[in-house]
């Protein structure tokens, strides 16, 4: 009991490597993008198109910021309407150019403000669920902190999904959990391990396709080996013909939830 809840401290533990941090370990060249062209730039999204082992892709990242300043920035990872439209955007020019998508998850959720909600924010991750599930283009989705909600999920419509082993991804985080069906804060262990929401549960699940391993190692040899990971799955995924791509992908998504 509680373990779900140490890989959720983890996930969320200071100093751990962010989005553009991994970005800059596995990719070359990497030129940001900005601006959803409706109404500004969200900098808790951060992506543009870069080179992976020699083939282009668009990488698309929630960066929470390695220091104080930029936490708050780049609103500590919560992407508001923008920053969704923002990685719309490039994943409709990555779907133009026949660019794989490559996306990486860390996030609590995304921005809950009232000029978040006004600017359409539920209109916002929708949209990215509904356009993402069609995109003619190979989608991968790394999960490497927190995964919640809709805030993850809006970038992780995708062929492949890859979790670090300290990663997790829910509905809601153990803390709303334990408030809700408790009332109780206290019962935030009981809550992580109810959600099922650590690596090794998702790939249970079938949610995640290959767990990352993180124990005893630094961030180049982490981002060595997903960078080998990435490019198989490409590699795989690119020789597919593209009606045969979104036939798996929504029969993927379509067989969550299913009860033995």
């Given at each position: ?37 409706r ?33 708050i ?36 959720g ?14 916002a ?5 509904m ?44 803390e709303?959990?334990?408030?809700i069906l ?39 040899a ?26 798996q ?6 067989g ?5």
């Open positions: 009991m509680g373990i779900a809840y140490e890989k959720v401290q983890a996930a969320r533990m200071k100093g751990r490597p962010t989005s553009l941090s991994y970005i800059q370990q596995i990719f070359t060249d990497f030129i940001e993008l900005h601006g959803d062209r109404f500004a730039d969200d900098p808790a999204v951060a992506g543009g198109i870069a080179w992976l082992r020699g083939a282009p892709v668009t990488v698309i990242g929630i960066e929470k910021g390695a220091s104080t300043k930029e936490h920035r780049r609103n500590f990872g919560a992407p508001s309407p923008e920053g969704y439209r923002k990685a719309l955007r490039l994943m409709k020019q990555a779907e133009k150019f026949q660019r794989p998508v490559i996306c990486f998850v860390d996030t609590a995304a921005h809950c403000g009232v000029g978040a909600e006004e600017r359409g924010q539920g209109l991750i929708a949209e990215n669920l356009e993402m599930m069609t995109l003619r283009t190979p989608i991968l989705s790394v999960f490497i902190g927190e995964g919640g909600s809709g805030g993850a999920l809006a970038l992780a419509v995708a062929d492949r999904v890859l979790m670090l082993e300290n990663a997790v991804y829910s509905v809601i985080s153990p709303g959990c334990a408030s408790w009332k109780d804060p206290k019962k935030v262990r009981e809550a992580a391990d109810c959600l099922n929401m650590t690596a090794d549960d998702m790939r249970r699940l079938g949610i995640a396709d290959s767990i990352v391993t993180e124990t005893g190692r630094d961030l180049p982490i981002a060595q080996e997903l960078e080998l990971a990435l490019s198989r799955e490409l590699e795989c995924l690119c020789a597919l013909p593209v009606s045969l791509l979104l036939e992908r929504y029969a993927r998504f379509r969550f939830g299913r009860l033995e």
